[in-house]
């Protein structure tokens, strides 16, 4: 069983880390920077998004049609669809094609699900080398680390970091300037291009009319992993399939533009199945859809909004939780927003009960959705079901409950008030509430407690000197 994501715990190590604040602070604001130009650059940014977001949920209610549909498509055009109840079968799965072609050597493009379903290992168990393609994934891989963001996996590292981490590993100079380091990167990985037998993606988008896979980059390492190795591996989510190959123009403005802020990646590749004649391209192509308690968000109405996330990252960039303490905090894949919705529905709420309450609910996250997904909403809904279950301590139950009490009765309310400011005048005297007992002094670490006001709003109202009706 997995153990409970202690995100409290995270997060007061992340904010005593000083230099890590800095670096996700100032990643933030330029990233964010980008998302207000890039947007602001589309006159029609707004009317994509709710298209986005129409087509995402139609699909979504229609997602078995869509689904067989794409798989008809990709099997009429050479490729094979595999089926994966969760992350251990597909896992099998892939291992089982590798291991079937007599791959020693695999490469591997950014991506999250096989993160999720944690492929590297189950491949590396079997004896098969990964080695990651994206710099950032390359990156991380060399470092033993994991991800902290969306796209941005390396977006709480240092330059020096790298460097000092290439010298080691990769013998360049550890002063070396970043195109030096994107030079050793690319040597070295050159080579594992031109050996490995498989390459492995994830998928942006399944276009179900075509059956196509969409791939966007920026560093065309995904272009290389899927035409020099002999088989191509997508690996991917139910959720990712689109009805139709013209919908790639609401979609892909609206992602890249949340993403990164640019007016299009650098790359985007269409794929359909292996090479018929091309003198490139993989000879082999297999999809593996997994399914890993999708279908059970699915058949829940409150929470199947959460299934249109495109992965941009964008939640994450305009988070202020995010912004202080960084992806690790949230214990998982997947971080920010999303992350606090996406794992307590992947993994249980028993391994994620702290997860729905790690956001300040200020909806930044749903004003810069790229199909508006009301994450807020979400994440209440969340703490309803984890108050339900029986996840919150017996104290905050107890306070709840008070809180209840006292809020149904006007009496009761202001009783309870004046009670509060007696408690407040003995215990803290006039000066600011610096320090609170017992499990509340959590909040009086980083900040001062707010006093009570000397006077409730209507005992001043029944003090003022003027009548209703009397203009002040």
Known sequence: MREPIRFAERSVQALEDARLREVLRRAMEDLRRKWSRGASELPYFGVLRDQAKQIKAHTLLHLDAYLEQLEARITARGGVVHWARNGEEACRLVVGICQEVGARRVVKSKSMVTEEIELNRALERAGIQVI?????????????????????????????????????????????????????????????????????????????????????????????????????????????VIPRLQDLAVF????????????????????????????????????????????????????????????????????????????????????????????????????????PYASTLCGACREVCPVRIDIPRLLVSLRERMVASGSVTPLERWLMRGLGWALQSSVRYRWASRLGRIVQSLMWGEGPIRWLPGPLRSWTRKRDFPRLAPQTFRERWRKRSWTPGQRS
């Open 132 to 240: 990651e393609t994206d710099l950032g994934e390359f990156v991380v891989q060399l470092d033993g680390d994991r991800p902290s963001h969306l796209i941005a996996p390396i977006i709480h590292k240092r330059r020096e970091d790298v460097a000092e981490l290439f010298s080691r590993h990769l013998g360049t100079p550890v002063d070396a300037p970043v195109e030096v380091l994107t030079r050793a990167a690319r040597s070295h990985l050159r080579q594992a291009f031109l050996t490995a037998e498989v390459g492995v993606t994830g998928a942006n988008f399944l276009v179900a009319e075509t059956g196509s896979v969409v791939l966007v980059e920026n560093e065309g390492n995904a272009r290389l992993v899927t035409t020099l190795p002999r088989v191509h591996i997508a690996v991917t989510g139910i959720e990712k």
């Open 252 to 355: 892909l403005p609206v992602l890249v533009r949340s993403a990164t802020g640019q007016k299009l990646s650098s790359y985007v590749s269409v794929l359909s199945g292996p090479r018929r004649g091309e003198p490139n391209g993989p000879e082999a192509f297999h999809l593996v859809l997994i399914d890993n308690r999708r279908t059970e968000i699915l058949r829940d109405p409150e929470l199947r909004e959460a299934l249109q996330c495109l992965r941009c990252g964008a939640c994450l960039n305009a988070c202020p939780v995010y912004e202080r303490v960084g992806g690790h905090t949230y214990g998982w894949v997947y971080a920010g927003p999303i992350g606090a919705v996406i794992t307590p529905l992947l993994l249980g709420p028993k391994a994620s009960f702290e997860l």
